[in-house]
């Protein structure tokens, strides 16, 4: 034991001499000078292009002693520094850290540059200082031929392409959508890419080539899109398309592809872009080709070329320019009357125009050749194609005066239609035939009549007169003076005695012949007595007439008709009251006392005076009684049978304006009207009323009612009586039918003017223009409301009386004419351009001949309650105001 022990002690001694030689060792080797390289690696391997840094420093106990520090390259060739004041080199040295280290600097490391660099100096001049460093170079991963965006035609085997260069060389795999794709189908990896056979869209998208070099655990990847590209496919143009010159035309060519193509129009004929001429613009997105303004020139061929990277297509379409046609020609002709007129109209146009005529005015056309409907009419037709040129000839035979007129030319091509009027003036002969129905023409007293002759002939005809077969001209009698010896002559005969009232000759002139026509001068005189009036509607207050008319003269009709009437017990017609009307008017006779007992005469006027008086008749007026049935004033829709009740309608659901006309009160005022309306139906041709829900209303002296509340799509029986003091007049019934559906009124919250805001500014507009041109009526013409006001304060009050009654009972119905003073309506005119008939200077006219045989008495006996009237009705109003004729004033 203790020999073991003594050879584990002898151990641990040699082992604890070692450890301190090794430390002697260590501590000395630093001591020592050297030079060391950093990095500190003995080799450095870096890729190709990168730069690289390596720094030789001195380590040795005092620096100052260092000197001849270089690097030599791998061919032992000291490294000079970089050149001041020039670019850097591939290799150069530095001094760095204040000149005590010498810097190695690799702008781009190249493969040449790789192997042993060596850094040398001295210390204390004669101890030699070296250290080593191996530089190694490898490629990396370089993508050599690998576009990130690639657009295959579709339909093609296409590589998508991604050549990798590396040293050591790479491996490359391909990925879509992280998927790894496969040698297998329609996919094949390699050296240049990743081919796809027959691609389609489908094969859109991102594709993903890793490259990878495991020695150096280099790892890249490169993202390529792939869009599939369709070649362009334009749709097939018309053959050919027509454009009108002087008009712009369009076309629009289409075509498919990927990417969207865009468009080129190239005139074929020049092998100009059309983009590039006058008036033409080309939509390179749309296609779209328009022309501004067409012209001949443009005649020709287009194609339309649609091209996107894929590649490009065409369409060709031809260019057919069409002129519209032009009439060139267009005279107007003059024929005489039985010979053949020949009109010609020429045209120009591409293509040549076909041409018709038609008679200005009409629709129908003639056709080419004999028409069926007039054989006397021949069109005929001659085209020069070549030349575009068309002439058209309407023939008409045996020409009549009906052919004179305008004829309308009319040349058609597919370009456009082109209109000229011409006209044919036929010459003939002078007629009278215009003037064979005028009537004679009447004077009286010695007033001068106007005889006019007019012909009608081409050309113009002269004019002359005969009295008894002897020229006018040659008589020189100073009661026949001719006036406008032209076209149109004027004889003017003062008839002296009764040997002027005969015939007188109008003989027309021209060059193709001549024409006679007798004008008659007769004597006027007053009309007949009326032959017979009866009386057809008596009330307490009011009588209306039916009178027969005497028999009249042609051309001599009568103006009016007048009455005269008085109480029975009266034996002087010289205070009678009297009453003039028109002709069309009603005749009625009103103011009239109720349980009177009148006399009743009538005569007739013309413009010569008033007849002798006739027709008398004797009539007593009824007792006061209760009113007339009222007249409803709404239009009825429908009479289901003629003893129903008329049927009108109501434009709202839910109420109803009723309005009806004053009746005659026969004597007593009108106090009140009864309205009573009641829902129902007809149930088998009877009217079924539903008398719970019957409405009854007192109205005083309105003559509208507004029913209310009521239900819409609803029948409404309705009954109305005037009541006076004597009673309640028979009702006059209507059935009234409510619209369907429920008004609704829309409220207006936006500051507008309501509709009633907006009738009520309408109406008082319409009020002060009235009362404007009633100043004006009453201040320079004494007529209107003002002028009658005024008038009415010097009158008497009966006459007050019965005018208030004129105006309450029927001025609603027959209003009077606003300021104006016409009694009786003016003849109506000639059918010839004549004069109006000169009347003597001072001679009476026909309303103050009517004076005569009313008022026999002097002024000085008439009474002083008696008042002119007269009436004249139109058709649709009646017109009255103070006349000539003493008595009071009504009207209905």
Known sequence: ???????????????????????????????????????????QRKPVGHSLLLTCRPEVPDTNLISDLRWNDNRNMTILPKPAGQSSPMIYTESIAGGTALALIFNSLQESMAGTYFCAASYSVTEKLNAAVVVETYVAITWKDAPTDQRPLMGTDYIVRCEVTANPPATVDWLRNGDQIKSS?????????????????????????????????????????????????????????????????????????????????????????AADLDRFSVNSITGQLDISTVEQQDHDNYACIARNPAGHSESVMKLNVLIRPKIIEFINITVS??????????????????????????????SIGLQVSDDRIILEQSTDDEKGETVGTLRISKLATTDDGLYECIARNRGDVAFKVGHITVEYRPIFDHMKALPPVYTWEERTANLSCFAQAIPNATIEWRFNDRRVQDLYDQNLRIENEGLRSDLLVTPRDRRYYTAYKCVAHNRLGSAEHLMELREARIPESVP?????????????????????????????????????????????????????????????????????????????????????????????????????????????EEDSDPIVTSPYADHFDMRWSIPVDNGEPIDMYRIKYCPGTKVNGYWTEMEEHCIEQDIARMTNYEMRNLQADTYYRIELMAHNAIGFSKPAHVLMKTARGIDVVLRVDSPTLSSAAVIGIVIGS????????????????????????????????SDLDDEAKLGSLYGWRFPLPYCSGSLIKERPPSPLPLPPPIVKLGATTPLEDEKQPLNTQPAAAASPLKVNSSVEFDGRVVHSRSGEIIGKNSAV
Not at 7 to 23: D, E, G, P, Q
Not at 791 to 797: D, F, G, I, L, Y
């Open 1 to 43: 034991m203790a020999a073991q022990y003594g050879r584990s002690s002898s151990s641990a001694a040699v082992m604890m001499l070692l450890v301190w030689i090794t430390l002697l060792g260590v501590a000395h080797s630093q001591n020592q000078p050297r030079l060391k390289i950093l990095p500190a690696s003995s080799i």
């Open 185 to 273: 189908g329609r996919y094949v990896i390699e050296n240049r890419g990743l081919l796809i056979k027959n691609i389609t869209e489908a094969d859109d998208g991102v594709y993903t080539c890793r490259a990878a070099v495991m020695s150096t655990g280099e790892l890249k990847n490169r993202e390529i899109r792939v869009e599939v590209q369709i070649m362009p496919e334009v749709q097939r143009l018309p053959r050919v398309m027509d454009a009108v010159e002087g008009q712009s035309f369009s076309v629009m060519c289409n075509a498919t592809g990927k990417p969207v193509p865009e468009f080129q129009w190239i005139k074929k004929g020049t092998q100009q872009n």
């Open 337 to 366: 009357e039985n010979e053949e007129a020949v009109f010609v109209c020429k045209a120009f146009g591409r293509p040549a125009p076909e041409i018709t005529f038609r008679r200005y005015g009409t629709v129908e056309e003639y």
């Open 532 to 640: 017979q009036a009866k009386p057809r509607v008596v009330s307490a207050t009011s009588i209306t007439f039916d009178i027969m008319a005497p028999p009249v003269e042609p051309g001599l009709p009568l103006t009016a008709f007048s009455v005269q009437w008085k109480e029975q017990f009266q034996s002087d017609w010289n205070f009678a009251f009297n009453r003039t009307w028109s002709p069309d008017s009603p005749y009625i006779v009103e103011g009239l006392r109720p349980q009177t007992a009148y006399s009743f005469r009538f005569a007739a006027r013309n413009v010569v005076g008033l007849s002798q008086w006739g027709a008398y008749v004797d009539q007593s007026t009824p007792r006061r009684s209760e009113p007339e049935t009222p007249r409803i004033l709404h239009t009825p829709i429908q009479d289901e």
């Open 766 to 797: 319409v009020v002060l223009l009235l009362i404007i041109a009633d100043l004006l009526c009453c201040a320079f013409g004494n007529l209107g409301i003002l002028a009658t006001l005024c008038r009415k304060t010097k009158r008497s009050p």
